[in-house]
């Protein structure tokens, strides 16, 4: 597409998304007759009929002009050192310093897991379009911060013993993530940041498998704690760079913990501060871990029925009451995480015959595959819109962030 025809498309779309949907007051299962009332007397809905009263609305692939707009996101907080919110633990008048000599690379953005992910939103978007305007001052940007001198100091930071679990685990996730970017990037630049990336994340891969050893049981909830979000972009990391010993661990726990899972509460999403779906999280986790099949018939298990009560929270957005609120502006993020989560989960279900491990009968599945795909598609493309309509009016406590969900979802990270 030719540039000039690409903004304009962009920015027709931009606008369009400016165009709140009409609220009904209602989730698309109760606005149906009978909903899935067994006391109506009316035949519960079918999974047909929630899809055909979702509202199709438009989720656009990542072109140049978005990526622009995103990456300036990105670009315009890398070195604004504050307002910050640092959570390192402090054991003497020495420790306490400025952000900048704490972490030389990763200083910006309010903390640093954005400061993090931001860099790897800037990565992947120079990766896809290598030839945008802004192109220079992204590549002059990451020269300047994944330089040999700066990962030297970050890793010296995180060695420290009051460090050890400093961003455990959503921020090693990210750093994770950006390593596999950069290492899949065919590029002189990338390769030298690769290089000096490459010991900080060989000793996050190694305290993630400590950690991952003594974790007794998974964390599951809706922030930055939870265990299966930051897996996914683990193991994706391990491999992309053929860390077989990463990838055996995941590999391990992700079925300790989740394997036997059942009926997940989806009517208990989400909390107030959410922005991680906690079962998307761990289903988007487990297509990873598990064969086609045995996935297919793992999330018939887990996930409760989408033609049902408890999964009608996850139909459409949450309300966000208060945008600029840092907090509650987390519920912008949860609509693009549900959105990349179910678009992966939509992706992995093929129409294969349904098996049970272990050779135990085949069980009967609820809806047919093809009618699973063809929801959760509908539903994340309504997420992302939702999300962003809200993003760039969430100020710079959204858009410190925000930038990077968005260009996670729209270029389709993650969705191998």
Request: net charge neutral.
């Amino acid at each position: 597409m030719f540039p000039l025809v690409a903004a304009i498309v962009t920015v027709a779309w931009l606008s369009a998304c400016q165009k709140p949907e009409t609220p009904s007051g209602k989730t698309p299962l109760q606005a149906l007759p009978g909903g899935n009332a067994s006391s109506s007397g009316q035949p519960p809905a079918t999974i047909q009929d929630i899809e055909a009263n979702v509202p199709d609305l438009a989720c656009p692939a990542l072109d140049e002009p978005l990526a622009a707009k995103f990456a300036a996101l990105s670009l315009a907080c890398a070195d604004r050192e504050f307002p910050n919110k640092p959570g390192n633990v402090v054991d003497g008048d020495e420790t306490v310093r400025p952000p900048r000599e704490l972490t030389p690379a990763f200083f910006g953005c309010f903390d640093w897991h954005s400061a993090v992910h931001g860099h790897w939103a800037m990565a992947r978007v120079l990766r896809l379009f290598p030839n945008m305007p802004a192109a220079a001052s992204i590549r002059s940007k990451l020269n300047a911060h994944l330089s040999p001198g700066r990962m030297e100091e970050e890793l010296a930071y995180l060695r420290a013993e009051r460090n050890r679990t400093f961003e455990r685990p959503y921020g090693w996730g990210w750093f994770l993530r950006l390593a596999a970017e950069i290492h899949g990037f065919d590029d002189d630049d990338a390769r030298r940041w690769h290089a000096a990336v490459k010991p900080v994340a060989e000793h996050l891969s190694a305290r993630t498998i400590a950690y991952l050893n003594v974790l007794s049981v998974p964390i599951r909830d809706g922030t930055h704690q939870n265990t299966a979000f930051s897996l996914v972009h683990m193991l994706d990391y391990a491999r992309e760079v053929k860390d077989s010993a990463l990838e055996a661990a995941i590999l391990r726990r992700a079925r300790d913990f989740y394997l036997k899972d059942r009926s997940c509460p989806t009517d208990y999403e989400p909390s107030g501060e959410d922005f991680v779906s906690a079962c998307f999280a761990e289903a988007d986790l487990m297509r990873r871990v598990l064969p086609a099949a045995e996935f297919r018939a793992w999330y018939e298990r887990f996930m409760p029925p989408m033609n049902g009560m408890r999964f009608a929270p996850l139909l459409g957005p949450v309300e966000v009451k208060d945008m600029k609120d840092p907090r509650i502006g987390h519920l912008i993020g949860l609509s693009f995480h549900r959105a990349w989560a179910m678009r992966g989960v939509a992706h992995r279900m093929s129409n294969v015959e349904l098996q049970m491990p272990n050779g135990e009968p085949r069980q009967p599945i609820r809806h047919s595959t093809l009618d699973t795909r063809h929801l959760l598609e509908k539903l994340a493309r309504r997420h992302c819109h939702g999300a962003l309509r809200q993003m760039f009016d969430s100020g710079y406590g959204g858009e410190h962030w925000l930038a990077t969900f968005a260009v996670y979802l729209l270029s389709e990270a993650g969705s191998g």
